[in-house]
């Protein structure tokens, strides 16, 4: 089979790999029918996260058709069209059976806290991604859903990763009715948070970003406030100026480890191949949230101290909440507000390259080129 596979920081190409065989009653094989780069990807990209080895194929985003299944498979056969949620999860340990399937138990030996994700390096579980045209999918019985008939393909797509974590973001922000929220980044994962607020009750969003073309699409796609931080002295002093002086009722962190705003910080986590990155978007949280209020984390962080204002956030008295977003979770809801009318997530795509066309995809969105947000992989006739 064709697969992007990693040759080094800024390095991928397209190659020719073994296509993928079942290695368990419970896995099936998926045949790719779309996939996408997400942004965090980009710090598999850079070399920012740890244990990303030559070969690896990225991709946690992705739909396909199922091609073959194991013999314990009940839920799926071949021929079935499907989205694959980007947690892996055995659905029957102690953290699954509580929904939290981004913290399963069973799925990856390398780390305690993370379970397994498909094509983020072997730091979580090393399992081979969907930028690929096939596919071995682990567990097939608890994480696929065969897409429904009413269910657009890209809207499918979207609902793998991005869009449920930033539906996932705005409920761990904890909102209530008539509250004034901030979302920091206005990547996809930022911009789907910020649309969901309004679905959780929210009655003021405001989004943070620097690039104009992305806060354009915070106006339009999340009818939201927006603030080019690159333009005002003081981020933190103007969010509160907007909020009368006490600041949001909530702020949503979608930016994460590679943040701009403290070079120094960045390059160091750069030449440790560690994505702890700079604490910039998070401490603006701290300070940007009133007294009492709520800090909703989904941002990429790893393992490097990053001085985190901690001492801040507890004289504050503030609740902060993260966690990998638990996607199968959010698929019913989701399902139904995409039925009413209330999202289109595909209407965050801006760009379509076909899978051997990767390398420039990847070169256009890191590099933010052509106003690129969300760009999906296809893959041919």
Known sequence: MKAMTYRGPYKIR????????IAHPNDAIVRVELASICGS??????GMMPDTRIG??????????????????????????????????????????????????????NATAIGGIYGYSHSTGGFDGGQAELVRVPFADVGPQVIPDDIASEDALLLTDAFSTGYFGSQLADIVEGDTVVVL??????LAAARSCWLMGAGRVIVVDHLDYRLEKARAFAFAETVHFGQVDDIVLTLKK???????????????????GHVVQHVTAAKLKLQGGSPVAL????????????ISVMGAYGPLFSAVKVGNAMNKGLTIRANQAPVKRQWPRLLEHIRAGHIAPRELITH????????????????KLDGIVKPVITFGA
């Not at 839920?75 to 947690?87: E, Q, S």
């Not at 980044?185 to 930022?190: E, H, K, L, S, T």
Request: hydrophobic fraction near 35%.
């Open 56 to 109: 690896h194929t990225f991709g946690h985003e992705f739909i396909g058709r199922v091609e073959e299944v194991g013999s314990s498979v009940q839920n799926l056969k071949p021929g079935d069209r499907v989205m694959v949620p980007f947690n892996i999860y055995c659905g029957s340990c102690f953290f699954c059976a509580r929904g939290l399937y981004s913290n399963c138990h069973n799925v990856n030996a």
């Open 185 to 190: 980044g206005a990547g996809p994962v930022g």
């Open 41 to 46: 990807d980009l710090h598999l990209y850079h």
């Open 352 to 367: 379509r390259f076909d899978l051997d066309d990767i390398a420039e995809g990847y070169h256009v969105f890191s590099s």
């Open 14 to 21: 397209v190659d020719r790999k073994p296509d993928p065989v």
């Open 283 to 294: 401490n603006w949280a701290i300070d940007a949230v009133r007294k009492g209020g709520t």
């Open 242 to 260: 907007m909020t009368d002086g006490l600041g949001a009722d909530s702020v949503i962190d979608a930016v994460g480890a590679e943040a701009d």
